[in-house]
């Protein structure tokens, strides 16, 4: 069990350009989440994959917002066309589905100038 | 949106002593967990009570679960410099196909000093 793996740590971009996340779950789980937290906040759900499919999307994921998870393993999240509002830390969360324990990764800080 | 509110939002203590933080949600839940964030890193799973549970114990921890005040309470027993962090409750909202979608309060920040 090597824990659940975000990259990158950090992200630094400019408004408009499009950024990617990457996920790597612990690899027996089958669910895998995204949240976003801002500071001082707790984290918001974004979305929810059970195996390869995303099974929901909260409305805080704009059409700007997509995620995958191709073959059901490591999972991408892309923004397209950045905001400075975007700015926040992603944070990636494995579980298995007999268990409502979440695993999560460090995260990604995401800062758009 | 969030669930719910913490209380208080921050809390400094003295090592040794005990550290207790309140929680209150909005809706009806399959179960509450806490969950710890030391400073520009991920949470990590402290405890779960489901909502048919009253009390929970883990090591240092004590959660007890309030479902018709809709509150949790978390409590930190003999706390440690190293207890140091952001906690927050979640909850796991009841109705449905529960899938571990979990919402998540404001958080208490932690200091103990030594």
């Known amino acids: 069990d090597t824990g659940v793996s975000q990259d990158p740590r950090h992200k630094i971009t400019k408004r408009g350009q499009n950024v990617t996340f990457r996920c790597d779950p612990i690899s027996e789980h089958n669910r895998l989440y995204w949240y976003r937290q801002t500071l001082g906040q707790g984290p918001e759900f974004l979305t929810y994959f059970q195996n390869e499919a995303q099974l929901e999307k909260s409305r805080l994921l704009s059409d700007r917002f997509s995620a995958e998870r191709p073959k059901g393993s490591f999972s991408t999240l892309e923004i397209q066309r950045t905001e400075q509002g975007d700015s926040a830390m992603y944070l990636c969360?494995?579980?298995?589905?007999?268990?409502?324990?979440?695993?999560f990764g460090s995260g990604t800080q995401l800062s758009v100038l | 949106s969030q669930q719910g509110e913490e209380d208080p939002q921050a809390l400094s203590i003295q090592e040794g002593e005990n550290a207790t933080m309140n929680c209150s949600y909005k809706t009806s839940i399959n179960n509450l967990q806490w969950y710890r964030q030391n400073s520009g890193r991920g949470l990590v799973h402290l405890i779960l009570i489901r909502s048919n549970e009253r009390e929970k114990h883990s090591g240092r921890l004590r959660v007890t679960l309030d479902t018709s005040k809709k509150s949790s309470s978390l409590l930190i027993t003999a706390s440690r410099a190293a207890d140091t962090a952001s906690y927050f409750c979640a909850t796991d909202a009841a109705g449905g196909t529960s899938y571990g979608k979990l919402t998540f309060g404001q958080g208490t920040i932690l200091t103990v000093h030594p």
């Open positions: 969360a494995s579980s298995l589905d007999t268990n409502e324990k979440l695993f």
